[in-house]
């Protein structure tokens, strides 16, 4: 009987092998570098999972380890990279799974905004948007108004978004977009103002278990770089019950019967509007965060489900933990990736602060406006998230990550544009990276945040 893990989020792997043989399941891992997961590898016993590396872009080759697999029962594909290839795969070995058909739909923002609306689950259509075509202002301005939202349909992380507040803003954004490569289409909603939040949640034949609330302080405007998380959110038992209501129904909408989803909202004045909806446990810290928070392992659930079995989540009374929170730990200035400052003074500080590395040293960081940039987290803990909010905050303050300037090819300067052949892959890697998906950000447009 075996389990096969499709890559997986830059952080968790630990948590999903012990769920696994608490439930008598090998664990086997598929991917493409192991070396990406070195951080939870390194925290496991010898021979805990099976580790096989293997091109898992192609699909073709996937496919072929899976039908090499002893019993195998089920598929995990966990990540918003190889999602798809993931449900494909389910379908063709027949093992149990949501149908291919939802999980596009989840993957196209703007299919589910439009879902959403038929429903009456949101105050607006997506706009498609032509970023080559002149009219395309006018008509947006027309469609959703101002301020607006201009965003790729497949978009992760954070990028590929932009606030357009005016008329001008609008043209600049549009002429942006048609310089950059999207993994989907570009289009227009409104800009819901308000706080944002993460949903996390666990659907079973239909019904949602609302497990808590990750609150999501960003950037200021008008960029949205995630730098702040903390779980769970103190609702009133009220709004709770109220919230867990809604997100039933925003993913019935959708067709979302069973697993794990995290789900984005702002909260408006007028309530809650969608943001996004993801088909899976929360990236970066967040399942650590529900695992500790509520005192369960959580990924017994994901376990369980991908075998097709109900999880004991679903109906399981929580015994309750610490809150958490989690700090992203960006550098001042773009460059090369040489180490981080501080990580001495965490054991001194409240909220048992610790480091979670993502890049390794040597690792380009060229986009700081939104979550490829970050190199590690700075995770805290305290009684309520508020409280764990600030530990996490002051730990955060204390840390310093390092960038030395790109080099350029046949200089010695330092200045200018990467040399990508003599950095990406240097030597000297002190710590983990993250996961596949960070590793090819520019061939898969996906980052490690989510």
């Given at each position: 009987m075996t389990v096969v893990c499709l890559e997986a989020l830059t952080f968790g792997l630990g948590h999903l092998t012990r769920a696994a043989a608490r439930l008598g399941e090998p664990l086997r891992l598929l991917t493409r570098d192991p070396a990406y997961y070195a951080y939870e590898l390194e925290r496991l016993?010898?021979?805990?999972?099976?580790?096989?590396?293997?091109?898992?872009?192609?699909?073709?080759?996937?496919?072929?380890?899976?039908?090499?697999?002893?019993?195998?029962?089920?598929?995990?594909?966990?990540?918003?990279?190889?999602?798809l290839v993931g449900a494909e795969l389910t379908a063709r070995f027949g093992l149990p799974g949501l149908d291919a058909a939802v999980l596009r739909l989840t993957r196209d923002k703007a299919a589910v905004r439009d879902r959403l609306f038929a429903a009456g689950l949101t105050r607006a259509r997506a706009a498609e948007a032509d970023s080559g075509d002149p009219a395309t202002a006018a008509l947006l301005v027309k469609a959703v108004g101002?301020?607006?939202?201009?965003?790729?349909?497949?978009?992760?992380?954070?990028?590929?978004?932009?606030?357009?507040?005016?008329?001008?803003?609008?043209?600049?954004?549009?002429?942006?977009?048609?310089?950059?490569?999207?993994?989907?289409?570009?289009?227009?909603?409104?800009y819901f103002s308000g706080p944002?939040?993460?949903?996390?949640?666990?659907?079973?034949?239909?019904?949602?278990?609302?497990?808590?609330?990750?609150?999501?302080?960003?950037?200021?405007?008008?960029?949205?770089?995630?730098?702040?998380?903390?779980?769970?959110?103190?609702?009133?038992?009220?709004?709770r019950d109220a919230l867990e209501r809604w997100l039933d129904d925003v993913l019935a909408a959708v067709g979302y019967t069973d697993r794990f989803a995290h789900v984005e909202f702002a909260l408006t004045t007028a309530g809650p509007?969608?943001?996004?909806?993801?088909?899976?446990?929360g990236g970066a810290l967040v399942g650590e965060g529900l695992c500790r928070a509520l005192g369960v392992n959580v990924y017994e659930?994901?376990?369980?489900?991908?075998?097709?079995?109900?999880?004991?989540?679903?109906?399981?009374?929580?015994?309750?933990?610490?809150?958490?929170?989690?700090?992203?730990?960006?550098?001042?200035?773009?460059?090369?990736?040489?180490?981080?400052?501080?990580?001495?003074?965490?054991?001194?500080?409240p909220g048992s602060p610790a480091w979670y590395p993502v890049k390794r040293t040597g690792d380009p960081v060229e986009h700081l406006g939104d979550s490829r940039g970050y190199a590690g987290i700075v995770y805290a803990e305290g009684e309520t998230a508020e409280l764990a909010t600030h530990c996490a905050v002051a730990a955060a303050n204390a840390v310093r990550v390092r960038t030395e300037p790109f080099r350029v090819a046949g200089t010695t300067d330092g200045a200018g544009v990467p040399d990508t052949a003599g950095t990406a892959g240097a030597a000297g890697t002190t710590g983990a990276a993250g996961t596949a998906a960070d590793a090819t950000a520019s061939q898969a447009g996906q980052g490690s945040g989510d």
């Amino acid at each position: 009987m075996t389990v096969v893990c499709l890559e997986a989020l830059t952080f968790g792997l630990g948590h999903l092998t012990r769920a696994a043989a608490r439930l008598g399941e090998p664990l086997r891992l598929l991917t493409r570098d192991p070396a990406y997961y070195a951080y939870e590898l390194e925290r496991l016993p010898a021979g805990a999972l099976d580790v096989v590396e293997t091109d898992t872009f192609d699909t073709e080759l996937v496919a072929e380890q899976l039908g090499r697999t002893p019993d195998l029962r089920g598929l995990i594909s966990s990540t918003d990279t190889w999602m798809l290839v993931g449900a494909e795969l389910t379908a063709r070995f027949g093992l149990p799974g949501l149908d291919a058909a939802v999980l596009r739909l989840t993957r196209d923002k703007a299919a589910v905004r439009d879902r959403l609306f038929a429903a009456g689950l949101t105050r607006a259509r997506a706009a498609e948007a032509d970023s080559g075509d002149p009219a395309t202002a006018a008509l947006l301005v027309k469609a959703v108004g101002l301020p607006a939202i201009l965003k790729d349909t497949a978009g992760t992380g954070s990028q590929n978004v932009w606030l357009v507040r005016d008329e001008r803003e609008l043209d600049a954004a549009l002429a942006e977009a048609a310089g950059r490569q999207l993994k989907g289409r570009l289009f227009a909603e409104p800009y819901f103002s308000g706080p944002v939040y993460s949903a996390e949640t666990l659907t079973w034949a239909g019904r949602t278990r609302l497990l808590g609330v990750s609150s999501r302080l960003m950037s200021p405007e008008p960029h949205f770089r995630e730098e702040i998380t903390a779980f769970p959110v103190a609702f009133p038992q009220p709004r709770r019950d109220a919230l867990e209501r809604w997100l039933d129904d925003v993913l019935a909408a959708v067709g979302y019967t069973d697993r794990f989803a995290h789900v984005e909202f702002a909260l408006t004045t007028a309530g809650p509007e969608v943001v996004e909806i993801n088909p899976r446990i929360g990236g970066a810290l967040v399942g650590e965060g529900l695992c500790r928070a509520l005192g369960v392992n959580v990924y017994e659930a994901m376990v369980e489900a991908a075998l097709g079995s109900r999880p004991g989540l679903m109906d399981a009374a929580l015994p309750g933990g610490p809150a958490s929170a989690f700090v992203l730990g960006y550098p001042a200035e773009p460059g090369v990736f040489t180490g981080v400052d501080g990580l001495d003074r965490l054991p001194d500080m409240p909220g048992s602060p610790a480091w979670y590395p993502v890049k390794r040293t040597g690792d380009p960081v060229e986009h700081l406006g939104d979550s490829r940039g970050y190199a590690g987290i700075v995770y805290a803990e305290g009684e309520t998230a508020e409280l764990a909010t600030h530990c996490a905050v002051a730990a955060a303050n204390a840390v310093r990550v390092r960038t030395e300037p790109f080099r350029v090819a046949g200089t010695t300067d330092g200045a200018g544009v990467p040399d990508t052949a003599g950095t990406a892959g240097a030597a000297g890697t002190t710590g983990a990276a993250g996961t596949a998906a960070d590793a090819t950000a520019s061939q898969a447009g996906q980052g490690s945040g989510d």
